[in-house]
């Protein structure tokens, strides 16, 4: 395939770069008036329309891109989208002045979540989880991370997994799977009890699960709770961790410690945790769904880029406290709230992103030999267009 007449090639990065960090955040490769060869699924080559293969000889696999701007497609690192139900009733308990966590001690919240999955059937989780997919990747997102952690018991943990497996299997974009065994405290069970089932379950979810993350936050789980999470998934699963949600907790020291690829959430994040970043290749993920949803601080994104750190941003789309996937609102929240400039918001859900579920070297840039995972937009749109008209249809086709 060759798709020629782009009007903006964005997000061009040399071969061999991961993420950027600091000031690299606020630059990517553009390139105008430009064509690119798909081969084998796989970008083979780009270039100016000057030196464009003679794409008449490809009529049926060319596309006329229209003056339209080609750019990689949105990566998702962090997500809840495998749970049932709906927990909109906990929408009026919001708007009514209750916190998360007071939702949370009366039984709502994940417990919730916890009860709802464990009365479905495995294939209707499948279907409604497969439905929250399509919807994410037809807004652009190509690859994502989805994490278990509404079963809160050994059976609907692994149910849970089994189902993040089968829509890996059943869709043409990139999925991560994540075991959050520890999101809260499942029910019948001691706090230790319950530290000590995720301990035991990790050989099995290692079997379905890239990945481990733990909820280190007041009233959740506490440093030496994670401490002993992580280092019993050592040599089984990598290491994330949600962390700075709700309180500054020490979890993103101690995610540093274990070599965690991301730590998320960091709303609540000071100095010490910007210093125990730098550095290391732990990838700062923030969410600035959450923060809109719950009312929360944004997180610190332009202090991180002035201490040289990247950031990647993230959708955490989940029934409770994020219930949207859009990738492009995710981007203009960087830009409106947290005073990314439109580039810098780019790179974080897109290269950082896929840097932050470990798969940046094939998605998240134009790169050539990296997955064709591209987003082809109508004429007449560019990066700061992206984030400032940010509910106007701009997608002309998703490529996977």
Avoid at 26 to 55: F, K, V
Avoid at 171 to 194: D, M
Avoid at 205 to 219: H, M, N, S, T, Y
Wanted: charged share 20%; glycine share 10%; proline share 4%.
């Amino acid at each position: 395939m060759i798709i020629y007449n782009i009007g903006i090639l964005a997000g061009i990065q040399p071969e061999g770069v991961l993420r950027v960090e600091g000031e690299a955040q606020g630059r990517t490769g553009l390139l105008q008036n430009a064509w690119l060869e798909i081969q084998d699924g796989r970008i083979a080559d780009y270039g100016p329309m000057s030196t464009c293969p003679c794409h008449s000889e490809h009529s049926e696999e060319s596309v006329d891109a229209q003056g339209g701007m080609l750019l990689p497609g949105f990566c998702d690192s962090h997500t809840h989208i495998v749970y049932a139900g709906s927990r909109h009733n906990e929408f009026l308990d919001k708007i009514n002045g209750l916190s998360y966590e007071e939702i949370a001690a009366r039984g709502g919240g994940i417990l919730n979540s916890a009860r709802l999955l464990n009365q479905t059937s495995e294939d209707e989780l499948y279907c409604q989880s497969l439905e929250r997919v399509q919807e994410m990747m037809d807004k652009g997102t190509v690859a994502l991370e989805i994490k278990s952690g509404y079963g809160l018991c050994p059976e609907g943990e692994l149910k849970m997994l089994r189902v993040i497996d089968r829509i890996r299997r059943s869709i043409p974009a990139c999925v991560k799977s994540t075991f959050l065994g520890a999101h809260a405290i499942g029910q019948g069970y001691s706090h230790e009890a319950y530290v000590q089932m995720v301990i035991d379950l990790i050989p099995e979810a290692a079997k379905l699960a890239d990945f481990i993350d733990v909820f280190c936050d007041e009233g959740f789980f506490t440093v030496d709770d994670t401490d002993r999470i992580l280092g019993a998934a050592d040599g089984f699963l990598a290491p994330k961790i949600h962390a700075n949600e709700l309180a500054v907790s020490g979890g993103v020291q101690v995610g540093v410690q274990h070599g965690a690829l991301s730590v998320d959430h960091l709303e609540r994040t000071t100095d010490a945790e910007i210093s125990a970043l730098k550095g290391t290749w732990t990838m700062p993920t923030m969410l600035p769904g959450s923060s809109f949803f719950l009312g929360l601080p944004y997180g610190r994104a332009r202090d991180f880029l002035q201490a040289g750190l990247g950031v990647a941003l993230a959708s955490d789309y989940n029934p409770g406290s994020s219930p949207s996937g859009d990738m492009r609102f995710v981007m203009a929240q960087g830009c409106i709230q947290m005073r990314l400039t439109p580039v810098e918001a780019f790179n974080a859900v897109t290269l950082n992103s896929a840097y932050a579920m470990g798969i940046s070297p094939a998605y998240g840039s134009i790169t050539v030999g990296k997955r064709a995972a591209l987003l082809l937009t109508h004429p007449g749109w560019d990066l700061t267009r992206l984030a400032y008209q940010y509910q106007t249809p701009f997608l002309r086709q998703v490529i996977l």
